[in-house]
């Protein structure tokens, strides 16, 4: 199976990127969120540094139709 991780465009509270990471790894996005963020406190805030890298490395779900309606195909 070849998966790629991707930002999501259905599951989005700042950009997408929990969201992509809990669809790749099929977790609950919540428990992605909670991770990142007692894993940002703990590294004194690397996990910013690495959300937003992200946000510039990882492209966008292609599977969107229209933004709009945020329909997959």
Same mark, same amino acid.
Request: hydrophobic residues 45%; aromatic residues 12%; glycine residues 10%.
């Given at each position: 199976? =070849? /998966?790629?991780?991707?930002?999501? *465009? =259905? #599951?989005?509270?700042?950009?997408?990127?929990?969201?992509? $990471?809990?669809?790749?790894?099929?977790? !609950?996005? *919540?428990?992605?969120?909670?991770?990142?963020?007692?894993?940002?406190?703990?590294? @004194? @805030?690397?996990? &910013?540094?690495?959300?937003?890298?992200? $946000? @510039? &490395?990882?492209?966008? #779900?292609?599977?969107?139709? !229209?933004? #709009?309606?945020?329909? /997959?195909?």
């Amino acid at each position: 199976m =070849n /998966k790629k991780l991707y930002r999501s *465009t =259905n #599951d989005v509270k700042i950009s997408g990127v929990c969201g992509g $990471v809990a669809e790749y790894f099929g977790m !609950d996005a *919540t428990i992605v969120r909670l991770l990142w963020v007692l894993g940002t406190l703990m590294n @004194f @805030f690397v996990g &910013i540094v690495a959300y937003v890298a992200c $946000v @510039f &490395i990882v492209p966008e #779900d292609p599977g969107c139709i !229209d933004v #709009d309606f945020k329909e /997959k195909k």
